[in-house]
């Protein structure tokens, strides 16, 4: 990720695909000096709507608090989408096709907004999280016009520093990844 962002020279613009709040601390903390971000929240996979607007609405009081100058898109809420998206895949375990599916979807939403944008790059918070997999996002992230770069947030005590974050900006940190499924 440092090789490309040192390649991409100033005034570049990332679309950055952000799940929830907490994961966007690191990440927004590590990309802001370098990119004019667009920040996208699509998300079809969290269950329920409530649970859907709190965590955009964490993530906007994120953006604030931060001060960050970053157009921020809370996308429509339609969970339907994503329960069409891995139909027949419901009881798959947490980490196997179901949640590589959800994956597959996000980025290519993120890829499709970001080209729509005009943006040079696009990236995702998801690889954060230590129970997900970076390198199977990055494969997947890699299709498109839109340059995907690849990150493992989780890297250089990643998670660690987003929980730090968390707590000092306050943030609603959920205990289960977004759909019904993960809850269980």
Known sequence: ???IIRKAGPNKKLLLHVCCAPCATTALERLSEDFEL???FYNPNIYSRDEYEKR???LKKLVEQLGLKAQVIIEDYDHSEFLDYVSG??????GGLRCALCY???LKRAKERAEELGCDYYATTLTLSPLKNSQMINILGRDGKALYL???FKKRDGFLRSTELSKKYNLY???YCGCEFSRR
């Open 1 to 3: 990720m440092q090789q």
């Open 89 to 94: 895949f419901e009881g798959e375990p947490e």
């Open 150 to 152: 690849p990150t493992d």
């Open 173 to 175: 940190r959920q205990d």
């Open 38 to 40: 667009v920040i996208d």
């Open 56 to 58: 955009g609405n964490e």
């Open 104 to 106: 597959n979807q996000r």
